[in-house]
């Protein structure tokens, strides 16, 4: 061993190689081409477009688990309207609690938990709702009543405002009906019904 | 009992909209504001961080990771700690701490294990640069890269020496918790690493309360522990270390001749500088090798232990995973144990999958997490054992020598080593004069 031609420790740096440097050299080499490689392999199939995580309303089932598990507090899933497809009835079951017979805007009639779904008179008979994204905690609980007993115009989706974007969505790995799909993050919205002229602008 | 009347009452009312053979879509007829010539309000969402953006933040790492390598090359440490400022603000405080390279082992192991896993470009380049890094110069991205090292660099106002028996002990936890992201990731269950990262909800300033009170003792732990997630938690660590290993233009204290003062160990709040070893006395050499006999024979101990720890393991793990949950719902809803259908089961239901293909899936899952679990429990007996054959393996060294894997190149010890306080001085001087 050339112990002595070794210059603080940085072996090799002056005199011919140790058998210590040669083997920390085999090791580098061996490490960089398997990280490397993993990498390229990775790379190959991963494709330049950006994603982003988005829910297919499709095959949400509704669970309540977007309220809970998101990483950001409160969630980034909120809920949308197609007011297209709403059918703006008086007695909307996204708005009020199974049983409610005085339609009027009291709390304790309200079924959504935050106060986020706001009903506004049009004209006899109907009634326009629409949602505070920033009270809207993704519950699901309007949507569940909408799509059970009406037009299903309620709807989630994760909103691009709120979410970060993680390498790996947490909501994904917990929803039961494996409705999160990554989507190409120049179209990140799955937009429910029959899709408008008022086509989401450039904000 | 209230419950059961409103779900028979939800469940009749749900019949007669069946019967009534109404889709979701048109149960009610569309409004036409006759009245009032209302038209539909005009939403606007917002659109996706466009995808050059992550891009940019690759250029960043990149850029931020040359900057400290030059900075360690200049030995300044403050233009490390300015880097790492900076690091903090834009991959922590701008970037929300995602993506993390620390969160992306999770997204490469799930990638390499399931073929039909879409990893994003991004995740990977963010897994690998800095490991690329580490091969050649060692941690320099935990220096002033790592949002989450560098704000506990940022933050440590007090070092606190850790006893060296509780250090050792603690420095397993990276392997540990590394093995088992791995296996929960691999398996598509839960990635945790994201899950409880401490410093994340700090960045993102929101969090649920658990992920907030971790957050704070981490916080106030860093105060006076020098990285404590880095050195006992961080599972990416593990890798990083191991590259920096084999690193060939890691920093050293000083290019100079050691004077072995031993003030560089004293300012190392990091436990990363090797003292110089003696050569032992022919009693010390006997027990040594006396130990080392003792310990290779206990390492297929280990390695067993740990296989039989992780096959018992296995079963509470595959928990975790939601396939395997439904099953397991499904077959106790089955068995009339369960009063009522969980969530998990009545969305399998609406998905309209077969029963036998769940408990086939399931049952694939599960042989899955006894083969990981195994496996990484004998692979951390394995490195357990072989640590302990290590300690008795005397390392001919005479002077101080920072430990390539455990450090982090912060560059504190530079400032410490009176040999090289001198020679920056007189290249100093030469500079003026020249």
Not at chain 1, 28 to 40: E, K, P, Q
Request: proline share 5%; aromatic share 10%; with cysteine.
């Amino acid at each position: 061993m050339a112990d002595t031609e070794k210059v603080n420790g940085k072996d090799g740096v002056a005199g011919p190689m140790t058998r210590r440097e040669a083997v920390r050299k085999a090791v580098a080499a061996f490490l960089f081409l398997a990280v490397g490689g993993g990498a390229l392999a990775l790379l190959g199939r991963s494709g330049k477009k950006g994603t982003v995580w988005q829910i297919d309303p499709a095959k949400c089932v509704q669970c309540g688990r977007c309220a809970t598990q998101c990483v950001v507090s409160p969630s980034a899933v909120k809920c949308f309207h197609a007011f297209n497809v709403c059918g703006y009835c008086d007695l909307c079951f996204a708005y009020f609690k199974p049983g409610t017979l005085e339609f009027d805007t009291t709390a304790e009639k309200q079924l959504c938990p935050t106060n986020a779904l706001i009903r506004k008179f049009i004209e006899q008979p109907y009634f326009e709702y629409t949602v505070d994204k920033d009270k809207c905690v993704g519950c699901s609980r309007c949507v569940k009543g909408c799509q059970t007993f009406g037009n299903g115009s309620l709807y989630l989706q994760v909103d691009q405002a709120y979410c970060v974007n993680c390498n790996e969505c947490s909501i994904a790995k917990a929803c039961p009906a494996n409705a999160f799909v990554r989507v190409p993050s120049d179209k990140p919205y799955l937009f429910k019904g029959l899709q408008p002229k008022e086509e989401p602008k450039e904000t | 009992m209230a419950t059961v009347i409103k779900k028979l009452f939800f469940a009749a009312m749900a019949m007669f909209i069946i019967l009534s053979d109404a889709t979701a879509a048109d149960r009610f007829p569309r409004p036409d504001f006759n009245e009032t010539k209302h038209t539909y309000p005009v939403v606007q969402h917002v659109q996706a961080r466009p995808v050059v953006f992550e891009y940019v933040d690759t250029a960043v790492l990149l850029a931020c990771l040359i900057l400290a390598v030059l900075a360690l090359k200049s030995r300044s440490r403050r233009w490390l700690s300015l880097l790492a400022v900076f690091s903090v603000i834009y991959f922590g405080f701008y970037r929300k701490g995602c993506v993390c390279p620390v969160g992306s082992l999770q997204n490469m192991a799930q990638g390499i294990c399931q073929s039909d896993f879409f990893v994003p470009a991004v995740v990977v380049l963010f897994f690998t640069i800095p490991l690329i890094f580490a091969l050649f110069f060692g941690r320099v991205f935990c220096a002033a890269v790592c949002p989450l090292g560098s704000l506990q660099e940022t933050v440590l106002v007090r070092p606190v020496r850790i006893p060296a028996w509780l250090e050792k002990p603690l420095r397993f936890i990276p392997l540990a918790y590394l093995l088992l992201a791995v296996l929960l990731a691999a398996t598509g269950s839960a990635y945790i690493i994201c899950q409880f990262d401490p410093f994340i909800s700090l960045f993102r300033l929101n969090g649920v309360f658990n992920i907030l009170v971790l957050s704070g003792c981490f916080i106030g732990l860093s105060l006076f522990i020098g990285r404590p997630y880095c050195r006992f938690i961080c599972p990416y660590s593990v890798l990083l270390n191991l590259c920096s290993k084999f690193s060939g233009w890691h920093t050293s204290i000083t290019p100079d001749k050691c004077v072995k003062c031993g003030l560089c160990k004293n300012a190392c709040p990091y436990g990363a500088i090797t003292v110089p070893e003696k050569a032992d006395s022919e009693s010390d050499a006997s027990s040594r090798k006396r130990r080392l006999k003792i310990f290779l024979m206990i390492l297929p101990v280990l390695i067993l232990l740990g296989i039989w720890g992780g096959y018992l393991s296995a079963a509470p793990l595959s928990g975790l995973n939601k396939t395997v949950q439904t099953a397991d719902a499904l077959r106790s809803l089955q068995k009339d144990k369960g009063p009522w259908e969980s969530d998990l089961v009545a969305a399998f239901r609406q998905l309209g999958a077969m029963d036998s293909d769940l408990y086939a899936r399931a049952d694939s899952i599960r042989r899955q997490f006894a083969i990981g679990a195994s496996a990484a429990g004998g692979f951390l007996g394995l490195i357990l054992g072989l640590q302990l054959v290590g300690m008795n393996i005397r390392r001919k060294q005479d002077e101080y020598l920072p430990d390539r894997g455990l450090c982090f190149s912060c560059g504190r010890c530079h400032s410490y080593c009176p040999r090289e306080q001198l020679r920056l001085k007189k290249l100093k001087e030469e500079k003026n004069a020249g």
